[in-house]
């Protein structure tokens, strides 16, 4: 019989951490562009999840790794406001450069909900953004409240007052738009 080593395992644990990359990449992605607005923020904060994410990685102490990555991507989000105490505004040209050109016929109108959209949810404090933000991409109120560091209870109530700043200033958003 032939003894395994760790040097033999690593391979293995770095294939099986590509896969999840593949898998996760994009959700994650758009999940910190729409917490932080900036692409290039969105992209660098990606990459230090997928980098912690590595370097935490253990699949025997991992139950729910979809709010796992989620819960690193947070925190690096969180980190970067309570590093720059400031809210990025998303511009025109992040949309342009994505290729979502709003002369093209039929984009216009997705362009300005996208736009007021994001201007509305960067209004919003980082914890609330976040909250909405898991609850759109699927996570119930435990994995939320797992997330954010909170209890089911409080993460509800945050859901709620998120929501809640959200209508007002998405409302206002579209109101201004409008004249």
């Not at 990449?25 to 994410?53: C, H, K, M, N, W």
Request: glycine residues 6%.
């Amino acid at each position: 019989m032939r003894q395994t080593t760790s040097v033999e395992s690593k391979p293995r644990a770095t294939a099986s951490f590509d896969a999840i990359v593949q898998e996760y990449e994009a959700p994650i992605g758009r999940y910190l562009y729409s917490l932080v607005g900036d692409f290039e923020l969105s992209q660098d904060l990606s990459q230090d999840t997928f980098i912690s994410a590595y370097q935490a990685y253990d699949p025997d102490k991992i139950h729910n790794l979809s709010a796992w990555l989620y819960r690193i991507a947070t925190n690096k989000a969180m980190s970067y406001f309570r590093r720059r105490k400031i809210l990025s505004w998303v511009q025109l040209d992040h949309l342009m450069d994505a290729g979502k050109d709003p002369s093209v016929e039929g984009h216009g109108e997705w362009v300005a909900t996208s736009h007021a959209v994001q201007q509305a949810l960067n209004q919003l404090e980082p914890d609330q953004r976040a909250c909405l933000l898991l609850k759109a991409a699927g996570f119930s109120h435990d994995e939320i409240a797992g997330q954010l560091g909170c209890s089911p209870g409080a993460a509800r109530t945050r859901l709620s007052r998120a929501r809640d700043a959200f209508r007002a200033h998405y409302g206002g958003t579209r109101e201004t738009e409008g004249r």
